[in-house]
């Protein structure tokens, strides 16, 4: 339900320590005097939402426990692809973020849902269509079932808006108002624009994509960095850190937490799950404060998102059982609804929309029917191409990005260098 950027790469003592936890890191057991089990590999808060769908689950299927092995996100990621790697300790069902789904799709480990006897393609018109194409493969093959999103959203503390004289169409009619609302931010209350420069890379390049090529990489492979929508990007990343608008704290961070508790941060780009954990966790005494906003000239975007997918190698009696838990979770609108309430993941399936719980307003936002908004852009974001070196583009665009901020590497210069270095990495 929220994107990390993790390395893709395993040492061997990762593996081993992934080997490990994968054989110690058993909870929620539900398989008493069941005939068969299955295990399912979660993470927060994915594995509430498949404990929660225990009693339907076990009324469809009384004779079969399930098995709930749960870690956290970054131990989660890792255990799976060592599982992946070395063939041990599969899960009949395993939990994915959307960073990870690009990098799995090309593997060959997974599952190909569209074959039979699963043919998920019969269906696939009831999920979001961007979060099925995240999980297509180069050949047509469907990895992953999506069960939740996360719809961009600007997220804005009105009360600094206010004090800097600043409107909600100055931080959305372009890309150059917003850098230039969040100057009158830092002149008038010391606020930052966002958190780090990086942040608003992240939205620009998903701007203007064209259909049936990915962040990094076409259809055939061939690199797209060196491109006007990656030198627009920087160019913007550039003036944010030129006019000292960004905190220099990374996502995740404590020093990120404590700036929404102490309001020194104004915007925060992100998905809409976001809302959910300042409420809950990160700065819930700045209730009231927020109110959420669509990206800067429209730029549908989406920030993670969670799928279920099924080991090739995991055990075959399993898999007709793996792949009905996979419907149930995803394809059942009370179980998806149910999800939405409880954790704050926003439905992939389609026909949960026209449900009044969008229609209510979000105390948090200051009572604010954000959800409305929410819905609308998942309507509204394309699909994206994923590709197996995506998570090492990632790292290697954020790399050359730090290289144009930190040490005045020309633009031209990094967006080159990148793309040489990915087109090495590209047929791997």
Request: charged content about 20%; hydrophobic content about 45%; aromatic content about 10%.
């Amino acid at each position: 339900m929220f994107s990390c950027n993790r390395s893709p790469f395993l040492s061997r003592r990762q593996a081993v320590r992934g080997l490990a936890a994968l054989a110690a890191g058993a909870s929620g057991v539900r398989a008493d005097a069941a005939e068969q089990v299955l295990t399912v590999a979660a993470f927060p808060a994915v594995d509430k939402i498949v404990e929660a769908a225990l009693p339907a689950w076990q009324r469809l299927h009384p004779g079969v426990g399930i098995k709930i092995v749960s870690r956290q996100f970054a131990d989660h990621h890792t255990a799976m692809t060592t599982a992946l790697s070395t063939r041990f300790y599969l899960p009949d069902v395993m939990a994915l973020e959307v960073g990870y789904v690009g990098r799995f799709a090309q593997g060959g480990g997974l599952e190909d849902l569209a074959a039979s006897p699963y043919n998920i393609g019969q269906v696939s018109d009831r999920y979001v269509p961007y979060a099925v194409r995240q999980a297509t493969g180069r050949g047509g093959a469907i990895v992953a079932a999506p069960t939740d999103i996360g719809p961009g959203t600007l997220l804005v503390r009105h009360d600094v808006m206010a004090k800097a004289g600043v409107s909600d169409d100055d931080l959305t009619r372009s890309w150059d108002s917003y850098v230039a609302a969040g100057v009158k931010f830092k002149q008038s209350t010391g606020a930052y624009l966002l958190a780090h420069a990086r942040d608003i890379k992240d939205i620009a390049i998903r701007t203007g994509v064209q259909p049936g090529e990915g962040l990094y990489f076409d259809q055939q492979s061939h690199v797209l960095v060196d491109t006007p929508r990656f030198a627009r990007a920087f160019e913007l990343a550039r003036e944010v850190r030129k006019h000292k608008l960004d905190a220099r704290v990374p996502t995740w961070s404590n020093e990120w937490g404590e700036s929404f508790k102490r309001g020194t941060l104004a915007t925060q780009l992100t998905g809409a799950w976001l809302a959910g954990h300042l409420s809950n966790w990160l700065a819930p005494n700045t209730k009231g404060l927020w109110h959420a906003l669509q990206l800067p000239e429209q730029s549908f975007a989406a920030f993670g998102g969670t799928f279920f997918a099924m080991p090739r190698l995991a055990p075959a009696a399993n898999k007709a059982l793996a792949w009905q838990l996979i419907q149930l979770l995803t394809l059942d609108r009370d179980m998806q609804l149910a999800a939405f309430k409880s954790q704050d993941a926003f439905p992939a399936l389609v026909s949960t929309y026209d449900d009044p719980f969008f229609e209510q307003p979000l105390p948090f936002l200051g009572g604010q029917p954000a959800r409305v908004m929410w819905r609308d852009a998942a309507r509204n974001i394309k699909a994206v191409a994923v590709h197996k070196q995506d998570a090492f583009a990632g790292e290697v665009i954020d790399t050359e990005l730090d290289k144009v901020l930190d040490q005045a590497k020309p633009i031209s210069t990094a967006l080159a260098d990148a793309a040489r270095l990915l087109s090495k990495r590209s047929h791997r």
